[in-house]
């Protein structure tokens, strides 16, 4: 049974860091794709950042040069360094798996103050 266990939510005031968590068990995370998406009130979930398994990676224009997703593959676990953050920032942030099948994390919020 694959299971995503996330943390490193909170609460931050702007221009504050957060880093994320991600750790898998039941997959094998350096074969697969693995993203964080973010989904405020009102508005559909999005993509943010993502880290193929040869190690591109992709970002969302909106958090270039603010956020680092990076993976430890001998824990199984990626990671969302968020910098510089935003109130607009402000989402339930998701880590997802996709391979040969796709699996959510049950997501953690991420509170940005002005």
């Known amino acids: 049974q694959v299971q995503l266990a996330e943390s490193g939510g909170g609460l931050v005031q702007a221009g504050g860091s957060l880093r994320l968590s991600c750790t898998a068990s039941?997959?094998?995370?350096?074969?697969?794709?693995i993203g964080w998406y973010r989904q405020a009130p009102g508005k559909q979930r999005e993509l943010v950042a993502s880290?193929?398994?040869?190690?591109?990676?992709n970002y969302l224009d909106s958090v270039k040069g603010r956020f680092t997703i990076s993976r430890d593959n001998a824990k199984n676990t990626v990671y969302l360094q968020m910098n510089s953050l935003k109130p607009e920032d402000t989402a339930v942030y998701y880590c997802n798996v996709r391979g040969a099948n796709e699996y959510w994390g049950q997501g953690t919020q991420v509170t940005v103050s002005s």
């Open positions: 880290i193929r398994s040869i190690g591109i990676r």
């Open positions: 039941g997959i094998i995370f350096s074969i697969n794709t």
